[in-house]
């Protein structure tokens, strides 16, 4: 009775308290989710290794895996500690390995464990992994290049071990010492005393490492030279001290050693060019430049034919030469019997101080008397002789492509030189390898500028004519269109051999008129006597009229018309079929005919006419009116909806003729006329009836808005990818206009479907890409005031809260409210395109083959201004089923004949099934785009960064843009026989 009593007191005096003091919530417990830390998987692994191969093993596996920056330094603590406990080499040398790679995390500084790292270099007893450490230590100091006292340290470290017997280790320092050394800063008393130089005086790191050039190791040696040349590419100067130590070693034993110190020599001889060096043989001196070359072409006849390629190649880049020197490179006679002959400066001058000159009694009394030894001639005694010869003579092509590349750089900043090597730039043309005679073609192109064919030469230049290989006949033809020739025989000779070509080679046909129309207008006073012979005239009597389907009579034609352009005196040698056939021409082949004041004929003028001349008065004037048309069109906002238009219509008009006239502007003009196409489909679209009627009673309206949204987003993304040259603030006018037109979209697809379901994934799309035009061109919106983006990003918290419906009339008030914004003309752009040369299209014999099997058609055309096309052009077959064929052409099928030109030469293989007659296919080519490839999309994550949940935005948008007009070709494929 008593205890019950006491509970029930307990209990009132509790829940009074319990009353005026209630309970405190406990808080809940936050989870924080971490990653498994690397260190800890790691350590667990190395301690249940058991042996050796097993710890191997796990860090074998360790290190396939990716390692964040913020567990870098666990990691490396863990190899560390299990680094000092390792007894095995193989293990100690793949900790030292790791530790290298760790370095290199993207986001974690080394300078933590760089004690560390330096420690272990003390008790290490193994050459290999000690050269691995010191590996490791040069990543670390790379990463950190910043951190003086670091890198200090770690120069200290390099010279303490220079001394090491293992050639490895050795390397590893000179290489630390020319990644991370510096000219002005001499060593400390610390490190010299480390390198057993103790007392003597600082000395800097180009001396230590140019100790080594005599080390008894050819693989040292090399990384010495090799330190040396990273000093001078990291912007210090080499001293001229090093010259002689470096001449030495062009005689080295070893190949790497002599390529190494070709490139030694060669850095000298840029750094101190108008240097003075003395001459070994004689008392006399010599610019540090000649003596050099004179050096590097002594290798020319290397017994290594890398070496012979390397001085090959660095011959042409030494522009400073002496013009005697450079000359001597193409005769192979060494001097006067091998004596060294004074000059005439130097014979005068003993005779005068003698009292007495050359009698010319005595026989030879002015010879060279003393003798050179001949195993003691050097290159400057022997003038550099037959350098080039030997290059050019070589038994490996390398070395020829070599020779012909630096004899034609030598020769583009010496027309002298020129002149010296056109005959054996020339031989060259007869070479047994392609690649040789296509770079002598090409070299002989490029200083065309400075030289003149004479007949001999051009018949062996125009026996070419008769290789089997396209691309040397073309690079021929090209080679040709900027030659001059020195008589009316040569045009006769060309003329002729390009017929034959014609005649052999018909597929050669376009690029045989172009070298003739270019002949025709270098030579026209050597082309006007040959004009009766060409064109079979006769003073009394009327002549056959010509057949004007003969290309080589359109070839000769097109000679003499470009002739006659200027030389106003041939057109009285013209018969009258000539003028008609002139008439033809013009219009049939305007691009390689030109305008001629012909007698009695007056001569049309235009904007783009020759009457106003290609000038720059035209081009000013065109650019002027393209300014003022773009002026007038951005006024749209104080007009009326039909006048504004109008005037679309009629602006949009004349810029597509101005682009037709003005080759110069065609870019400009075509991108500015298809961006006003666009925002003329985008007036129509949104017109008051359109807006004003109840869905049902519009849904053709809504078809007409649904088409000109399709062929709105099709123009952006040409404006966008056909067009090269475009700024940031253009780039992000398409934008702006594309996202208008997909608000338009989203808009007509709420007005056609029912249900919000649809409207739900359309609309976050559109809000996504709102915030990705944001992101991408944040420096323009300044630019984009009263615009419509500009609006939506003022309402933009609204816009994420809101529902799909209100979200539709928002863009809906929107788009007719805001104006139309104005373009700023591109100063300099330029239009891809591409032209198909073959097939013509124009024959009616059907290409036959057999059901099944598959037909080789050859693709034959020229690109203009296509960035990357090895990536985006495309060929497309389309057949008359409907069905498309896409092929991707082998990079191989490109070649670059000329700066922003590309010609693609392929074949499409062809197939189908039985037709009962002939029909016709369609091939284009198409340029492929991906809107991930513009230089204004995201920036990708990085490679341990995680890409999924990222919203999914136009970037991932792909398709084709038509890049050249369609070709029909006739095909048959008919059934097998049985």
Avoid at 9 to 22: A, C, L, N, T
Avoid at 516 to 544: A, C, I, M, N, Q
Wanted: charged share 25%; glycine share 4%; hydrophobic share 40%.
């Amino acid at each position: 009775m008593m205890a019950a009593h006491l509970k029930k007191r307990v209990y009132e005096e509790f829940s009074k308290v319990v009353q005026q003091h209630p309970l405190e919530e406990v808080p809940a417990k936050k989870l924080r989710l971490t990653k498994p830390s690397k260190s800890a998987a790691l350590h667990l692994d190395l301690c249940k290794a058991t042996n050796p191969t097993d710890a191997l093993q796990y860090l074998l596996q360790f290190a396939r895996k990716t390692v964040e920056a913020e567990s870098v330094e666990g990691v490396a603590r863990i190899l560390l500690e299990h680094y000092y406990k390792e007894t095995d080499t193989s293990v100690r040398l793949k900790i030292a390995s790791l530790l290298g790679l760790l370095s290199k995390t993207q986001g974690f500084s080394p300078d933590c464990i760089v004690d560390d790292a330096i420690s272990t270099l003390n008790n290490e007893k193994s050459h290999q992994v000690l050269a691995q450490l010191l590996d490791t230590l040069l990543v670390i100091g790379t990463q950190l290049p910043d951190t003086v006292a670091i890198t200090q340290r770690l120069i200290e470290v390099a010279c303490k071990h220079l001394s090491d017997t293992y050639f490895g280790v050795r390397n590893k320092c000179l290489q630390l010492l020319g990644c991370l050394g510096t000219v002005d800063k001499p060593l400390t008393k610390e490190s010299e005393a480390t390198t057993g130089t103790s007392g003597a005086p600082a000395r800097d790191v180009q001396s230590v490492i140019s100790d080594y050039f005599g080390d008894q190791d050819p693989r040292v040696r090399t990384a010495a030279i090799k330190a040396m040349l990273q000093l001078h590419d990291r912007g210090m100067k080499i001293q001229q001290t090093i010259y002689n130590q470096a001449c030495k070693l062009l005689n080295d034993d070893y190949e790497q050693v002599r390529s190494a110190a070709v490139q030694m020599v060669w850095v000298l001889s840029q750094l101190y060019a108008e240097s003075i060096v003395p001459i070994p043989s004689s008392n006399e001196e010599i610019r540090l430049v000649d003596d050099s070359f004179g050096k590097i072409c002594h290798m020319v006849s290397d017994g290594s034919w890398v070496v012979r390629v390397q001085a090959a190649k660095l011959l042409g880049s030494m522009l400073q030469v002496s013009p005697h020197f450079l000359e001597q490179t193409l005769d192979k006679k060494l001097m006067s019997d091998l004596r060294r002959k004074r000059t005439a400066h130097e014979r005068a001058k003993e005779l005068y101080a003698s009292g007495e000159f050359s009698s010319g009694r005595r026989w030879a009394d002015d010879a060279p008397k003393e003798k050179v030894d001949t195993s003691g001639v050097n290159l400057i005694d022997s003038g550099a002789c037959g350098a080039f010869v030997h290059g050019l003579e070589d038994e490996m092509y390398e070395v020829r492509t070599a020779s012909v590349e630096a004899l034609c750089l030598l020769a583009q900043s010496s027309a002298g030189f020129a002149e010296k090597c056109l005959d054996f730039l020339v031989d060259m043309f007869n070479d047994e390898i392609e690649e040789v005679r296509l770079q002598s073609i090409h070299a002989l192109r490029q200083i065309s500028i400075h030289i003149t064919l004479r007949e001999d030469q051009l018949d062996t230049v125009l026996a070419v004519l008769e290789d089997s290989s396209r691309d040397i006949r073309e690079a021929l033809h090209e080679l040709l269109c900027y030659t001059n020739v020195s008589t009316k025989e040569c045009i006769q000779l060309a003329l002729l051999e390009l017929l034959k070509n014609l005649t052999k080679y018909p597929t050669d046909r376009n690029s045989v008129w172009k070298c003739l129309k270019f002949l025709g207008v270098r030579h026209p006073t050597l082309v006007l006597p040959l004009v009766p012979e060409l064109l079979s005239t006769h003073p009394y009597f009327d002549t056959p009229e010509p057949d004007m389907d003969d290309p080589a009579y359109i070839a000769v034609l097109v000679l003499v018309f470009n002739a006659a352009k200027s030389c106003p005196t041939m057109s009285a040698l013209f018969s009258d079929h000539t003028f008609r056939h002139y008439a033809y021409l013009r219009d049939s082949l305007s691009h390689l005919v030109p305008q001629l004041r012909l007698p009695g004929k007056k001569l049309t003028s235009g904007i783009g006419s020759e009457a106003c001349g290609p000038g720059s008065g035209s081009v000013e004037s065109a650019r002027l009116f393209l300014q003022d048309s773009m002026a007038h069109v951005s006024m749209l906002q104080s007009l009326e909806a039909p006048g504004a238009q109008d005037l679309l219509d009629f602006t949009i008009r004349d810029l597509q003729r101005l682009g037709e006239l003005q080759s110069e502007l065609a870019g400009s003009a075509d991108f500015c006329a298809t961006y006003l196409r666009c925002q003329l489909l985008l007036t129509k679209a949104l017109q008051e009836k359109l807006w004003n009627m109840a869905v049902p009673l519009c849904l053709k309206q809504n078809a007409m808005a649904s088409a000109a949204v399709k062929q709105i987003l099709e123009e952006t993304y040409k404006l966008e990818f056909l067009y090269s040259g475009l700024e940031t603030r253009q780039v992000a006018t398409i934008h702006h206009v594309r996202l208008q037109a997909k608000a338009l979209q989203l808009v007509l697809t709420a007005r056609t479907k029912r249900g919000v379901d649809p409207l739900i994934g359309i609309s976050e799309k559109f809000i996504q890409e709102v915030e990705s035009f944001q992101r991408l061109f944040m420096s323009e919106l300044p630019h984009f005031q009263e615009s419509f983006v500009e609006k939506l990003l003022e309402v933009m918290p609204r816009l994420v809260a809101c529902k799909p419906l209100d979200l539709v009339k928002i863009l809906q008030t929107t788009l007719r409210q805001s104006g139309f914004l104005h373009l700023k003309i591109p100063e300099q752009i330029q239009r891809a395109s591409a032209t198909i040369i073959e097939p013509t299209g124009e024959s009616d014999n059907p290409l036959r083959f057999t059901t099944g099997l598959v037909v080789a058609l050859d693709i034959d055309a020229t690109l203009e201004h296509v960035q990357e096309p090895q990536n985006t052009v495309k060929v497309q077959v389309l057949y008359p089923d409907g069905q498309a064929h896409i092929i991707h052409p082998k990079p191989g099928d490109f070649r670059h004949p000329g700066p922003g030109r590309v010609r693609l030469i392929t074949q499409v293989y062809l197939s189908h099934s039985a037709w009962t007659e002939p029909c016709q296919i369609e091939v284009r080519l198409l340029l492929a785009y991906s809107s991930s490839t513009s230089k204004l999309s995201s920036p990708k994550p990085a490679w341990n960064e995680s890409t999924e949940g990222l919203p999914q935005t136009e970037s991932s948008i792909e398709g084709t843009i038509p890049l050249s007009k369609p070709v029909k070709v006739f095909i048959m494929p008919k059934l097998a026989r049985r």
